[in-house]
């Protein structure tokens, strides 16, 4: 095993995931009919530290593990949201793990991603808010007073890294790059809040990479083959991170590989 946990990076290349939770995992996670929610709820299932797996997503899933439940939520919808929450709570109880796999990018037909100021509009705006910033947020107020309060518990949400300001040199991308920004202040503002009530919790922003999946394919052929992922291996890497980080690094941004990004 070797382990970094620095302020800039935390990496592990241990083979057995997820040793670092005390109890049997309860996972929740959100985007689960994604191409990387997806690989994280099988991936969990296979884990033996895992208990359960609650996978929600706007349409059920399809799927065959026992430890897996499927079950619906629209992060448009802050009454979905709580109803989730609500049915959760009633099934596993306290929750250990979540994960926050959902996002929006482009419609996959008319809209794709601002190349200019001219491509701006106030509905597809709305949409990269509703979606990256402000479901991820009504989900953590429905669902972080589930999380188990004795022992390592961890909130995360997918971001990325073009919603860094600082890393911010090619410029477009306008509603992506801003609500994933507002998504990383709000996972740092998440944080700060948890420590008051949940003082094992740690909440994070993650960067999965660009990964093979419905989202990143019209923009894919213009990376490197060694440099995409596959949703597996990425669902893998993330899950790493998520065990490898301990409480110092609460509030921060990881990319999958476990370096910090600069928000
Ligand atoms: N793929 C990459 O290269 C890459 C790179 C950087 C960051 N990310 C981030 O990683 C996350 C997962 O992306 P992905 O590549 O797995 O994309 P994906 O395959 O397009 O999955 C997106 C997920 O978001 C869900 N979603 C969209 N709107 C929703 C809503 N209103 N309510 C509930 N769920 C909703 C989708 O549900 P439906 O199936 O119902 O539409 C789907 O499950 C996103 O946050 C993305 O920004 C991905």
């Not at 992506?176 to 420590?195: C, G, H, V």
Request: glycine share 6%; net charge positive; aromatic share 6%.
């Amino acid at each position: 095993m070797n382990d970094f946990n620095t302020s800039s990076q935390v990496c592990s290349k241990r083979s057995v995931a997820l040793a670092s939770f005390e109890r049997p995992i309860r996972a929740v996670v959100i985007g689960a009919s994604g191409g990387i929610g997806n690989a994280l709820v099988w991936a969990l299932a296979q884990n033996n530290k895992v208990k359960c797996v609650q996978a929600l997503s706007r349409a059920p899933i399809t799927q065959n593990q026992l430890s897996v439940q499927s079950d619906i939520v629209d992060l448009g919808n802050e009454n979905s949201i709580a109803a989730s929450a609500n049915r959760v709570a009633n099934r596993i109880g306290e929750i250990d793990l979540i994960i926050v796999a959902s996002g929006f990018l482009h419609d996959g037909s008319d809209f794709q991603p601002e190349k200019s100021l001219r491509a701006l509009n106030t509905e597809t705006l709305q949409r990269a808010f509703t979606i990256n910033t402000i479901g991820p947020l009504l989900v953590a107020k429905h669902f972080l007073p589930l999380l188990n309060r004795e022992s390592k518990s961890v909130f995360a949400a997918l971001s990325a890294r073009v919603g860094s300001i600082e890393d911010n040199r090619l410029g477009g991308w306008y509603g992506y790059r801003a609500s994933k920004a507002a998504l990383n202040m709000s996972i740092r503002n998440l944080a700060i809040e948890l420590t008051r009530t949940h003082p094992f919790a740690i909440c994070l922003a993650l960067h999965p990479g660009t990964v093979d999946t419905k989202l990143s394919r019209p923009f894919a052929r213009s990376v490197r083959h060694a440099s995409l992922h596959d949703p597996v291996s990425c669902a893998n890497n993330l899950l790493d991170v998520i065990d490898t980080v301990s409480l110092k690094n609460t509030g921060g941004f990881y990319a999958y590989d476990g370096t910090q990004i600069p928000y």
